[in-house]
Each structure stands twice: as structure tokens, then as C-alpha cells.
């Protein structure tokens, strides 16, 4: 499902009885509410199916007032019961006939009393605007039938819907943050309401209390790793239980991710490093071998320095130059860490492993 351009609700997999208590949680903007109008109606996913079965309500979160009262409101919620009432009453009167006779193909009147008389049953039909009328009061909604909706406050709009909904007999009843605009006592009834109602529930809540109270499954649409709701079995104890598990999961994850980072880094630098060298890497704990300095340019035979001055080399004699009749300092260095015979300093050569006079230092 995608809204305002941004995808919300994907791979999502739901089912709802007449003996659900699905709290919905997550922070605004994961699409709480699209899902109650999807289950609703009011919206068609973009991908996938959905199948309804059932009379469904919902609370939304807008109520437009118009030129409605109270009263309105109320023969509204009580209009399923009333149905059944008409149904049952006309039931009872088919099967007291005694020429009564079954519909071709159809129910027999018998059939039609038990059915009329569980359906009345199940609505509490007989006395359902009396128990609206409770719930206003327990809400601290109006109780005048004849006032205006658009003469009342926001909240006093809410909360007589929320009573009419509360006994309006849906087989499921979806509620878009119904704590909104209630009391202590006005909470306490609702979940008390909620907790025995006789169909199944889902509401879209921030308040823990709520869910603790009421919920038996909590959808979780906050972001998780694969970006798919997390559907979380026993209730409000469960939901905490698996978001822990699933925080443990993610910060494993991140630890590893980070030793990674880190072991890749370290393999580049090595790498950087053989590169500028030209040779493997010293291993952790050993030494580098002590680079020797350069041989002074003016040494003479027997390691004894000349008396010309270091800082004034002659510039035939220059470190890596060659002389006139002699081979570059480098190259006698070279052949000294051989092993081989180099020119001494009066022109002969030195045994072959011998320092070369004036050569390497």
C-alpha cells in the first residue's frame, strides 16, 4: 500500500475473528489508520487481496457534524437491533399460525424462529437503546437526543459516537484511538467494553494501559530490519518480549557489521602499505629491521673518515655519483652486503665477506 508517495503496510498478513483483540501500535506515519480503512473498506491495497465477511464499524477520527443530533446517532447504533427485533417478532408470529406453511425451497418457520431469536440474542436487541444510553453516561457524553452535533465540542462528538459504536452490534469493531477525549472513568468503561464485547476488535492505540488490558496480539508497524509489520502473539507481555528479542537480533547484527568494517579497513591499509614498501607488512609484534643511514661520502679506507668535511663533499665523490676511476658508494655498498670483493681504498680489493674500505657502514 502506497500513501502520499511513500510505501506503507507491505507484506502484511492479517486475520481478524469475531474473537480478536488486535491492538495496532507503531509511530505516526506507519500507516495505523490506512489499515483500519483498508479492513474498512474505505480503501483497496495496491497489491495483494483482501476478503471481509461480517458486519464491520469504525471509529474515525473526524466526525462531521452537519445538521445530525444525538438522537440520530443512537437510532443509528440501534438500527441492527431493532432489525432483529422486527425479524424475530415476525418469526413468532409465522410459527403460531396453524396454517403456516414453509416456503417452497425455503426455511421452515421453525428454522426461521431459532435463527431470528440467536440473532435478537447476540445483539441484545431487547434492550440495546437502553444500554447506549448508559454508555453516553459513562462516557460523559450528551445525553440529550434532541441537541445538535454541531452544537457540541470535538470531544463531545467523540465520545457519542464512541458509545453508539460500542453497542451498535458490529461482528468487528475497529477504532482509531479511542482513548481520545476520555476520562478516568470514562477509560475504565471502555476497556471493561471492550474486554466483553462480543465481537472482535482492533484498535489503533498509544496508550500501554489499553494494551495491556485488552489486547490479545499486538501488529507492531514501527521499522523493523526486512521493513515488513511484526505480528506479535500474547499480548502486551508478548509485544515487549519480542521487541526485546528483536533489539538483541539488530544489535548483534550492528556488531558484526562494525568487526567488518573494521577487518576491511585493516586489509586496506595493508594493502595501501605493501603497496608504498614494495614488500609484506611487518606482522603485529615484530620489529622493523633498522635501516642503515647512507655512507659518508668522504670515508676512507679503514672506516677512518677523511679530513674533508662531511658537509662539503667533493662533488665527484658525491653519494651515488661515480668518480673519476673509482665505482659509486652505492655500488660498493651493494657489493659488500653480497659478499663480494669491492675496491679498497688504495685501489685493491678486499677479501671476498670483508667490509669494503670505505663502502658500507
Request: aromatic fraction near 2%; glycine fraction near 12%; hydrophobic fraction near 35%.
Amino acid at each position: 500500500m502506497t500513501r502520499a508517495g511513500a510505501p506503507v503496510l507491505r507484506g502484511l498478513d492479517l486475520t481478524l475473528n469475531a474473537a480478536s483483540r488486535l491492538a495496532v501500535v507503531g509511530e505516526n506515519g506507519r500507516g495505523k489508520t490506512t489499515l483500519l480503512h483498508l479492513l474498512a473498506g474505505d480503501l483497496e491495497p495496491d497489491a495483494g487481496t483482501l476478503r471481509r465477511a461480517g458486519t464491520l464499524a469504525l471509529s474515525r477520527q473526524a466526525l462531521p457534524a452537519g445538521e445530525a443530533t444525538v438522537g440520530d446517532l443512537v437510532g443509528e447504533a440501534a438500527g441492527p437491533a431493532r432489525a432483529a427485533l422486527a425479524e424475530f417478532d415476525a418469526a413468532a408470529q409465522a410459527l403460531a399460525e396453524p396454517l403456516a406453511s414453509p416456503v417452497p425451497s425455503g426455511p421452515s418457520a421453525e428454522d426461521r424462529y431459532e435463527r431470528a431469536l440467536a440473532r435478537a440474542t447476540a445483539l441484545e436487541a431487547w434492550d440495546a437503546e437502553r444500554r447506549v444510553d448508559l454508555a453516553l453516561e459513562a462516557l460523559g457524553a450528551c445525553v440529550d437526543r434532541g441537541r445538535v452535533l454541531s452544537t457540541l465540542s470535538v470531544g463531545q462528538r467523540y465520545r457519542v459516537r464512541l458509545a453508539c459504536l460500542l453497542h451498535g452490534g458490529a461482528d468487528l469493531l475497529l477504532l482509531d484511538e479511542p482513548t481520545n477525549h476520555l476520562d478516568a472513568a470514562g477509560l475504565a468503561y471502555l476497556t471493561t467494553r471492550l474486554r466483553d464485547y462480543p465481537g472482535g476488535v482492533a484498535v489503533v492505540t498509544h496508550d500501554r494501559a489499553l494494551v495491556r488490558d485488552v489486547a490479545h496480539e499486538v501488529l507492531d508497524l514501527d521499522p523493523s530490519a526486512d521493513g515488513r509489520p511484526r505480528l506479535h502473539p500474547g499480548g502486551y507481555e508478548g509485544w515487549r518480549e519480542g521487541r526485546r528479542r528483536e533489539r538483541e537480533r539488530w544489535v548483534r547484527e550492528h556488531e558484526a557489521q562494525l568487526a567488518e568494517h573494521a577487518r576491511l579497513r585493516g586489509a586496506v591499509e595493508a594493502a595501501r602499505d605493501r603497496l608504498d614498501t614494495g614488500g609484506a607488512r611487518p606482522r603485529d609484534g615484530q620489529a622493523c629491521a633498522p635501516i642503515a643511514p647512507p655512507a659518508s661520502c668522504g670515508a676512507s679506507a679503514g672506516g677512518r673518515r677523511s679530513s674533508r668535511r662531511i658537509g662539503s663533499p667533493s662533488p665527484s665523490r658525491r653519494c651515488g655519483s661515480a668518480g673519476r676511476g673509482s665505482r659509486p658508494v652505492r655500488a660498493r655498498r651493494c657489493c659488500a652486503r653480497r659478499g663480494l670483493a669491492s675496491p679498497g681504498a688504495s685501489g685493491t680489493r678486499s677479501t671476498s665477506g670483508s667490509r669494503a674500505a670505505g663502502g658500507c657502514c
